[in-house]
């Protein structure tokens, strides 16, 4: 059983990551119901892993404080729902450990994707795409954030894989 977790746990993840990243591209939300997927294989994983309270505590206390902070910017208009809640859901996934990793990479990875996505924007690629890639559209004032978050939610589980092993 440890054997299948060690394969389906990452995959869980890293797919949901990746339709997160698609979603938020395409139509600038990501849905409710794949925070609830992301969850729900955290919570395999936690089951199928040796029991860990510690650990366990450790990351959901990791998750709700992401959630808070990012509840914060939410009420302050700096950041989109889906957003502050795909970081707490991948926080709880990668632990207190990768988290500050995860925060570092988000943060130059959203910094990429707006001068990318401001570049792109002024050259009329909205235009080219006829405006089926919302992250395309005009105004400047929205930026689609789980492209950063996923991205770096990726690269911090390749960085430290031990951190997606619940155990």
Known sequence: MQDSLLILAPAWFIAGQGIAAANDAVRM??????????LAGAALAATL?????????????VGLAILGGGLALFARGW???G?????AVTALWLGPAA???LLILTALGGGVLTLA??????????????????????PMDRVP?????AAAAIAAALLRPEALSMG
């Open 117 to 138: 996505l401001v570049a792109a924007r002024s050259l009329g690629a909205g235009r080219l795409a006829g405006h089926r890639i919302a992250a395309l559209r005009d």
């Open 99 to 101: 988290t500050p990793g």
């Open 83 to 87: 957003d502050v809640k795909l970081l």
């Open 49 to 61: 892993s040796p029991p860990g309270w510690l650990d366990l505590a450790a990351r959901t206390a």
């Open 145 to 149: 954030y789980g492209i950063a978050i």
């Open 29 to 38: 939300r990501i849905p409710n119901a794949l925070i609830l997927y992301l």
């Open 79 to 81: 950041m989109g729902g």
